[in-house]
């Protein structure tokens, strides 16, 4: 119950009754739809609009293999139970699947009657299966056997025997006939095969797909002699929530190894069925595997659209997509022969995925070379397959150098990856430690220990670290936006020692000077900032807060922002993703405002920044106000001390809020809508004007 009662949305905290929050899950979908919004945009390139679909598509799975999953359990509890924590689970459920009913009718409209014929206009040709000709059957016929047969699993159901296991986030093809007492389930083998073939084309002025969907559909009969069989596709979403059952005893990798394998057969959320499906057919697939009627989601013949973030593109026009923003040079970090020096010299900010994040695998291997450094500490939440960083990590070890990593063995979806990196490591010698029993480590620190305190006083060897908002992620650096800071201040390096201190030997953590820690002390000292801004407001003191967050729920935070605003203190909110509070509601909130930007890049940033009578204190962060973050997880915040990387990230920060093209306007109505532009007035669009911003600065 206790692991359950971590993911329950706000609801259940019971603010609802007096409508000061708003659901978490209600709000999520909300953002949901913002995406939505740019696949509807005729302003975006149509490839462009193609991957929002698919973002859109991904966020629902993950959505419904999490979120409803607690709230189908929490169902399950009985009325008493229920009433003494507040909880409306069925109501929730009811509200969600009118939403989500609402959004995939647009979804289906704007890929069949906006975005397909517009990739016809132009050459690119996605066929139905009525438009295929003998040609183009051939072909699918001779590539089923040639590249798909051998991919294929076959399994087999007759009435009386036991119901096969269907992974989670597969296509199968359900294939039977009347009255379906036998069934086959053949699993579409993707990524082993592409999703989308290209078939072969004597129009030069066209390109012409078919999905590989139907290229099963085509040759599977045949090849099983019985072209009488009905073939749909259909799609499974299991809990992918990991409850291990005593986050408290026992080996906590066992568990969570046990749980990986579990995962792909949890109990189902969802069905994705072709809604041409025989109502026979539903029926016995609804009884096999023990859903009932809210679980099952007629659709398109299609599904997976998550698949076309890997559409073939290549050489197609360029106005299909958007132009490409290479990560820029940094002023200061392009220069130097020595990372190390660099950042010797004055603390360095990184603004990814505008600027090169490479630097950050380069000075691990500067690091694994340079005589003056001893240790290498590193915390790693979300690891890249084939990593630069474990790469550099692994150099470091081949060299002498004592590394030290803390893995998060509970990152949802990449513990697999992370239990890897880690064995990779261990392997190599470095120290590697897991996850804390019931809290998980977020916060993103790298720390370079050098030499020793005689070197120190000579004016050589200070430590170095670096603290950031975003994971240490190849590929993620190129796509979200994030901040990080490079420093040899020891300001920070030896608070950044004092969580590592905490991360190995398990020990009450030291009061840091500087950092802000969660569990330990960043809610309480978040309070103690918005407290002052409420002192500052009443003694006539420049007063305001902004904010800038992935997601907005903690209800005593909100609370507290609440109680900020009816002093008269101004409240400005940049939130990408979930966002419980009601902005600009009479006598709570009219001094809050928010709104949420969502573009070609993911933002990703915690950035909060307190007035301070005039001295604005700006602090970066790897946590959102969200209980989880707050109450759950090892996460850092850390002042800007450098005055100048302060007005850097402010400037930043009020371009953000002057967007009128991406950003749209948070309210209790959730209607999303965009900013008015007024005539005459300049057109900002954040991510684009601050790219070129720093453009300019390299140049």
Known sequence: MQDLLGLLPSTAHGFMKDKKLISRDISWLSFNARVLQEAADPGVPLLERLRFLAIYSSNLDEF???????????????????????????????????????????????????ILPGLRREGLHIL????????????MEAFFRETLLSELELLSWTKGQ??????????????????YDELKFVRLPVPQVARFVELPSDKSEQREFVFADDIVDVGLPKHLSDSSLSCFAIKLSRDAELHIADEYAGDLLDSIRQGLERRSIGPPTRMLFDGQMPYLLVEQLKNLFKLDGQDLVPGARYHNFSDFMDFPHSGTAPHLSYPPLPPLPHPILEQPTSLIKAVEQKDILLQMPYQRWDYIPALIREAAADPLVREIKITLYRIARQSVVVEALLGACREGKAVTVFIEAKARFDEASNLEAGSKLAQAGAKVHYSYPGIKVHAKLLLLVRSG???????????????????FNEKT??????????????????????????????????????????????????????????????????????????????PEMIEKLYAVAQSGVSVRLIVRGICCLLPGVPQLSDNIQAISIVDRFLEHARVFVFANGGQPKVYLSSADWMTRNLDRRVEIAWPVLDHQLSREILAHLDMQWSDNTKARLLDAEHTNSYRDVEPGQTRVRAQLDHYHFLQSQVN
């Not at 139905?128 to 072909?139: I, V």
């Not at 036991?162 to 009255?179: E, H, N, R, T």
């Not at 809610?523 to 807060?545: D, M, N, P, S, Y």
């Open 64 to 114: 419904y293999r999490v979120r409803i999953a607690v709230l189908r359990q929490l169902a399950q509890l009985g009325k008493g139970e229920r009433r003494e924590l507040d909880l409306r689970p069925r109501r929730e459920l009811k509200q969600i699947r009118e939403i989500v009913s609402g959004q995939l009718a647009q979804f289906g409209y704007l890929f069949g009657e906006e």
């Open 128 to 139: 139905r299966r009525e438009e295929l000709t003998p040609r183009h059957l051939a072909f």
């Open 162 to 179: 036991a119901v096969p296991v269907l992974q989670d986030k597969q296509i199968y093809f359900v294939l039977g006939k009347s009255p």
């Open 453 to 471: 305190f005689a070197d120190r006083r000579n004016g050589e060897g200070a430590d170095l670290v670096w603290m950031s908002t975003g994971n």
């Open 477 to 554: 650096a190129r796509i979200y936006a994030d901040y990080g800071l490079l420093s040899a201040n020891p300001a920070y390096t030896v608070d950044v020692a004092r969580v590592f201190d905490l991360l190995e030997r398990r020990i009450l953590l030291p009061r840091c000077q500087q950092l802000l820690v969660a569990p330990f002390q960043l809610r309480e000292e978040l309070t103690k900032l918005l407290e002052t801004e409420i002192k500052h407001q009443r003694e006539g003191k420049t007063a305001w807060v902004l904010l800038k967050m992935n997601s907005l729920e903690d």
